[in-house]
């Protein structure tokens, strides 16, 4: 006899989400910005107390570390990982730096359907978290448990995984 249910044999599905291009487009520009006013900021500065002027030798490695390590941060994308009836969300930006954002079973969700405009404003506090590039697409559902509630995109094995568990 075969055992048919998802994750028996310890494959997990697994799917990514980026954030929607407007945003990501929205988030480089604040970034850019920011360096720009930092630059500013730190030459006016200097030149102010003239006591820092040496300091701005240092200007560009200093500006060079603040875009390393912020840059990522631009493209941010949620992966969605369905393993042994347990649905997890794992936020990454730049693909590094994992951050778990919910974990729960897929047979405690209390509600789950196709996701429109109103359901979505409805359940806006309820701890919301969106993994859709668009909230408009028709592949969009909400799945809702106590303490949390996801808009996601969903794959159609992540459809029959859902309704496997439930």
């Not at 994308?77 to 794992?90: A, D, H, N, Q, V």
């Not at 909400?142 to 794959?155: M, P, R």
């Amino acid at each position: 006899m075969n055992n048919v249910g998802y994750g028996s044999n310890g494959a997990p599905f697994e799917y990514s989400v980026s954030i929607p291009a407007a945003q990501r487009a929205r988030r480089k520009g604040l970034l850019i910005v920011f360096y720009v006013a930092f630059l500013l900021v730190f030459v006016i500065g200097g030149a102010i107390l003239r006591f820092l002027l040496p300091l701005l030798c240092f200007t560009p490695l200093l500006l060079w570390m603040i875009c390393f390590f912020t840059w990522r941060w631009s493209n941010e994308e949620i992966k969605l990982s369905f393993f042994t009836g347990e649905i997890s969300l794992i936020r990454m930006y730049d693909g590094k730096n994992p951050k778990k954002l919910y974990s729960g079973k897929i047979k405690e969700i209390k509600l789950f359907e196709a996701a429109t405009e109103e359901l979505i404003e409805a359940h806006k506090g309820d701890g919301m978290i969106i993994a859709a590039e668009d909230l408009k697409s028709e592949e969009l559902y909400l799945a809702q448990w106590d303490d949390c509630c996801l808009v996601f995109e969903a794959l159609p094995k992540a459809l029959e995984i859902i309704k496997y568990y439930r």
